[in-house]
């Protein structure tokens, strides 16, 4: 089983909808977690942090499952600036200061 | 503003060139981190520096040399590199305290291309 994993999509969605993506980690152990976008050619970019009581940012909304090790990124009122490879990004293990990847979920946003 | 700059944006070196990649974050972060990014892969961890020591060597290969002259700037060192170490080089920055986790800070990549 991958440590993270994503839908690697890509989601197909018009300007204005709502989507969401999903992400799984199979370490218990894990207490961070956070969502990072990735423009074609660049690097990634944070997005948000997600913590246990969820937390929202304008039309970003994360939510943390820890019973069901399971993450999930909602943007609402999609943009087309919104294109782009979403990463669910995961810590190893408390302290350690190594993030594990999901392989990434792309969204496309159409006019 | 978190910024992480680094240079060169694009390096094409032969196989048997020695060059360097640089990093510098002004953030006063004491974690800095180099990753390899190829094409629809995501970013993998190569090293990690905190309070600027080694602390993590994910089994690089020795062509791969990193440095840490100081808490703010983070080199990697390239020597008789392989074609399939063409990539795009990951510098991060992140706060530190042992236990904790904090987000990382990416800089805009180097494009390495190895002939």
């Known amino acids: 089983r991958k440590e993270v994993e994503q839908d690697p999509g890509p989601f197909n969605v018009p300007e204005g909808a709502t989507v ?13 977690f956070f969502w990072y976008r990735q423009d074609c050619r660049k690097e990634p970019k944070l ?26 990124l909602l943007i609402r009122d999609s943009k087309l600036s919104d294109s782009a490879t979403y990463l669910c990004v995961v810590n190893k293990a408390p302290g350690f200061q190594k993030l594990v990847f999901g392989t990434g979920t792309r969204l496309l946003v159409s006019p | 503003d978190t910024e992480v700059t680094q240079t060169p944006k694009h390096l094409v070196m032969g196989m048997t060139n020695k060059k360097s990649l640089k990093c510098e974050q002004h953030m006063g972060h004491r ?12 970013p993998e961890l190569m090293f990690v520096y905190s309070y600027e020591k080694l602390s993590i060597n994910e089994s690089v290969p020795s ?32 706060q530190f305290r042992a236990g904790d986790n904090y987000e990382q800070y990416f800089g805009p990549g180097t494009r390495l291309t190895v002939t």
């Not at chain 2, 100081?70 to 510098?91: I, K, R, T």
Request: glycine content about 2%; proline content about 5%; hydrophobic content about 30%.
């Open chain 2, 63 to 94: 062509r791969f040399s990193p440095e840490c002259p100081n808490s703010s700037l983070l080199n990697l060192h390239l020597h008789a590199l392989q074609p399939e170490d063409s990539a795009l080089y990951l510098c991060a920055s992140s």
């Open chain 2, 31 to 42: 974690a800095m981190y180099w990753y390899k990014q190829k094409a629809k892969k995501p």
């Open chain 1, 47 to 72: 997005l948000m942090s997600v913590y246990s009581s969820g937390n929202e940012d304008g039309r970003f909304t994360a939510q943390l499952n820890r019973a069901s090790q399971y993450i999930s």
């Open chain 1, 20 to 32: 969401a993506f999903n992400c799984t980690y199979s370490n218990s152990a894990s207490q961070s």
